[in-house]
């Protein structure tokens, strides 16, 4: 999940959680699709679904923190082919004194965010093109 480097730029520890990656990248779904105007409902018949495969979560501290997230969405409607979109979100935590656990957090929260509402803008985007008409 992340690593840990010296001032010779040395790979010294790893980074991991012991957390749901899925659930972080999820949450911030919540939050930020009703920011852009999408309405998340479970389960929903003809309603889009939104599936979203999470690539890389990684942190690194150095003389700073910083933090990727990389994620493939997929918007899925009736009647039109899917959308499909590949979102980074980058997060930094600034000067890296020593390499805290809550720095990591909080650098891969940011990145985790930064994903979040560019994956909610690949769905506005997605939901409000209208799905071409059946040739008959």
């Known amino acids: 999940m992340g690593f840990v480097r010296n001032g010779f730029y040395m790979h010294t520890a790893d980074v991991e959680t012991s957390d749901e990656v899925a659930a ?3 949450s911030a779904l919540r939050v930020e699709l ?3 105007g999408i309405g998340v409902v479970d389960g929903a018949e003809g309603v889009p679904t939104v599936a979203v495969a999470i690539l890389r979560v990684h942190s690194n501290a150095y ?3 910083s933090g990727n997230v990389s994620l493939d969405v997929t918007v899925r409607r009736e009647g039109a082919a899917d959308t499909v979109a ?3 979100g980058e997060g930094s ?3 890296n004194w ?3 656990g809550d720095s990591h957090a909080d650098t891969l929260a940011d990145a985790v965010r930064d994903a979040a509402r560019k994956a909610a803008a690949v769905v506005r985007t997605a939901v409000s093109t209208q799905a ?3 040739n008959m």
Request: proline letters at 14%; zero cysteines; hydrophobic letters at 45%.
């Open 24 to 26: 972080w990248v999820a």
């Open 63 to 65: 003389f700073s923190y």
């Open 86 to 88: 590949h979102v980074v």
């Open 34 to 36: 009703p920011r852009a």
């Open 132 to 134: 071409p008409t059946p």
């Open 93 to 95: 935590g600034g000067v």
């Open 98 to 100: 020593a390499s805290t």
